[in-house]
């Protein structure tokens, strides 16, 4: 059974609370060893914005998948081996900027876009890896602004690929809208042309699979701060690459990141808290998750 609300008349929304979330979470393997908990590999980054990928791959780490590339303009190599030691680097021939995306390694999920800028050098690196790219993927932030701007190229993506727009974003590729439901629906057709899970940040974000609506129902406004939305896509691809499917690993990804800002409110108020304090508490988020159960 799952928790149908009736938002609008048009519109069946499952309400994702703790009890949706619950159904989807898979407890950790005893056994497990960082060789199967899911490799990620997030590319992203440019002169200026190599923050915004060192806090998507922390934010990976930290949601449990067992290695953690980034893939980055050759400036961002010291800055992300610096400041999180954890996390393996590959880098592009290019100092400033993405412009020829390969590798070796295997990654079970990838996410592309974060800081990654809109050089046209960049929008052909984008442009060849989706034609060869078969791994599950996350597109957010410059990334979706260059498919905005060549709309062909979203036939390229795999079924299923997550994307995830901030309003200004979702704008650039769906069109402007009138009225809530006028987005509802530009969204759900958007969804569903291209065979896309769209996560439609906002407050609250709301998930589109096709015809099926998941409203989250964590997070607060101290979310409305730089780089947050750079930590969820990290999430999200974390729990990819930990073998989630598409459309949960997005719930869940977002259900957690809210609710790091709900936990963390009370110490930190809506003013200071910023995208690292959503990192920091996403390990409190989970054992909520798992004292539920006891
Ligand atoms: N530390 C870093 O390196 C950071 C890098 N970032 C990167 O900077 C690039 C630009 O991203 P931006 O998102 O700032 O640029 P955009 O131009 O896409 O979005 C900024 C504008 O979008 C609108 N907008 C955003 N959220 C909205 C909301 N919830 N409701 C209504 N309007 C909204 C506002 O008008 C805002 O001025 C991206 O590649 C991003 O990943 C940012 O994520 C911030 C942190
Ligand atoms: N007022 C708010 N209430 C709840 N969540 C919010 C609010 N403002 C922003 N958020 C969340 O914060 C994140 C912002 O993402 P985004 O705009 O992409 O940030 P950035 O690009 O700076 O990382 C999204 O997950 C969004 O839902
Ligand atoms: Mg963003």
């Given at each position: 059974m799952c928790n149908f609300r009736q938002t609008n008349p048009t519109m069946n929304t499952i309400y994702i609370d703790q009890k949706e979330i619950l159904k989807r979470y898979k407890y950790i393997d005893k056994q497990t060893h960082k060789g199967i908990q899911g490799h990620a590999l997030l590319i992203g980054g440019s002169y200026g914005k190599i923050g915004s990928v060192c806090l998507s791959s922390k934010a990976a780490l930290k949601t449990g998948c067992g290695l953690v590339t980034a893939f980055v303009p050759k400036c961002g190599y010291e800055i992300v081996q610096i400041s999180i030691p954890e996390v393996t680097v590959l880098t592009d021939v290019q100092e400033?900027?993405?412009s020829n995306i390969t590798f070796e390694i295997e990654p079970q999920a990838i996410a592309i876009g974060p800081g990654i800028g809109q050089e046209l050098a960049t929008q052909n690196a984008l442009h060849e890896f989706l034609k060869t790219n078969t791994i599950p993927l996350v597109i957010d932030a410059d990334a979706l602004n260059i498919?905005?701007?060549?709309?062909?190229?979203?036939?390229?993506?795999?079924?299923?690929?997550?994307?995830?727009?901030?309003?200004?974003?979702?704008?650039?590729?769906?069109?402007?809208?009138?009225?809530?439901?006028?987005k509802f629906e530009k969204t759900k057709l958007f969804s569903k042309q291209y065979n896309l899970i769209v996560v439609m940040k906002g407050a609250p974000t709301h998930t589109i699979d096709g015809e099926t609506i998941y409203e989250n129902s964590t997070g607060n406004a101290a979310l409305a701060t730089a780089g947050?939305?750079?930590?969820?896509?990290?999430?999200?691809?974390?729990?990819?690459?930990?073998?989630?499917?598409?459309?949960?690993?997005?719930i869940l990804g977002i259900y957690l990141h809210g609710l790091t800002a709900d936990i963390a409110l009370p110490e930190t108020g809506y003013q200071s808290f910023i995208a690292s304090n959503v990192i920091e508490n996403i390990g409190k988020a989970y054992l909520t998750l798992e004292n539920a159960q006891k």
């Open positions: 400033k900027f993405i498919l905005s701007q060549n709309k062909s190229w979203l036939s390229l993506l795999a079924p299923k690929t997550i994307i995830t727009p901030h309003p200004k974003e979702l704008e650039r590729l769906i069109g402007k809208w009138n009225s809530e439901e006028e947050s939305g750079d930590v969820l896509t990290g999430m999200i691809t974390s729990l990819l690459a930990q073998s989630y499917e598409p459309v949960n690993a997005a």
